[in-house]
């Protein structure tokens, strides 16, 4: 039924219907705000074209509604009790205008919820800048147990100073990846085709016995070769780190052995950050930012596949919120 705005009343504002009937709701639907459109990876263009719009007014509306959306900390803070405490964490980069070089937006994502507790922006994926990021989530709540990653180098003293108690596991794909540029390896050139592949054979073997013996047989045929030799050392550095997973997972915790998750969502926001073209200042990357977080948490999943299928229709904040507590009021 089709409304219209139809003058005053008493200090309040009156509306009409198609049937003359008057009312002192609004009951016309919202306008969808153009700052979802607009972080989804439209252009300002595109939504000004579609609104009989200029792009200048486009983009003072996007950054009026931006402003006041709440920062995504405070949503897991005051609704969300309902996390694995399993991390998935990484870096995507971004563009600043000023700055030398691109800055890292580094965030988590809840393995089993798929859901976003916190992410900030810094300057580097420094030891100081996953200090602020742990400091956050323990100031939500956030019952961190696990991070995955993809180098713990500077989250491992982050991590204790915080989550003392928490531990590591390192991405056995980022690994893999690292090894493969090591050894200048590629599908065009076989020489060390039989030492990646035994190293890709280990990575996947389960069992610490199991491991310990081909370990063992492959440091014995190849440990002659110097670069062999260094690969194996760096390997047996980072045991623990590496097949921690299996340890996890025989608590009863469902935790993953790479960072295959939070990869998926780094190619999404890319997607969408893509049609920015960089921000002005580091405030208009900060909402931007916060705002891609919040729509993703609040956007029903559609394409979870494997042990992931049951997520499917449902929104990663329905399944990490307080369901005791009612939905809150973000426009969305």
């Known amino acids: 039924m089709r409304t219209q705005k139809w003058g005053s009343r008493r ?7 198609e049937k003359k009937h008057n009312f002192s709701v ?15 990876g439209t252009p300002l263009s595109g939504i000004a074209e579609q609104h009989d719009l200029t792009s200048g007014a486009v983009a003072k509306r996007v950054k009026r509604e931006l402003q006041v959306l709440p920062k ?54 420094s030891e100081a800048a996953f200090l602020r990021l742990f400091l956050m989530l323990k100031e939500i709540g956030y019952p961190l147990r696990v991070v995955v990653c993809d180098e713990a180098m ?30 200048g390896f590629s599908s065009r050139d076989a020489t060390h085709f039989s030492f990646f592949r035994e190293i890709q054979k280990l990575l996947a073997t389960q069992g610490e016995e199991n491991r310990r013996t081909i370990f063992k047989d492959i440091a014995s045929r190849f440990d002659a070769n110097e670069l062999y030799w260094e690969i194996l050392k760096s390997i047996r550095r980072r045991w623990e ?43 208009s990357c900060e909402r931007f930012v916060n705002a891609w977080m919040i729509k993703r948490r609040f956007t029903p999943f559609r394409e979870c596949g494997e042990h992931f299928k049951h997520l499917n229709g449902f929104t990663s904040f329905e399944k990490s919120r307080n369901p005791d507590l009612p939905m809150p009021d973000i426009l969305l």
Request: glycine share 6%; hydrophobic share 40%; with cysteine.
């Open 11 to 17: 200090g309040l504002k009156r509306y009409r219907c």
């Open 26 to 40: 609004d009951f016309r639907p919202k306008p969808e705000p153009f700052w979802k459109a607009f972080v989804a």
């Open 72 to 125: 995504n900390e405070n949503i897991t803070k005051q609704y969300c009790t309902n996390f694995c405490g399993v991390l998935c964490l990484d870096g995507v980069y971004v563009a600043v205008k000023g700055l030398p070089k691109k800055i890292p937006f580094i965030y988590g994502i809840d393995f089993l919820t798929h859901d976003i507790p916190a992410g900030i922006l810094d300057f580097a994926e």
């Open 154 to 183: 500077a989250v491992r003293p982050a991590l204790r100073k915080v989550f003392p108690e928490a531990v590591i596991q390192l991405c056995q794909v980022h690994v893999l990846r690292n090894i493969r540029e090591w050894l």
């Open 241 to 283: 780190d590496l097949f921690r997973c299996e340890t996890i997972r025989k608590q009863g915790i469902a935790c993953p052995s790479s960072t295959n998750l939070i990869e998926a969502f780094n190619g999404q926001f890319k997607d969408r950050y893509r049609n920015t073209k960089g921000f002005e200042t580091i405030s």
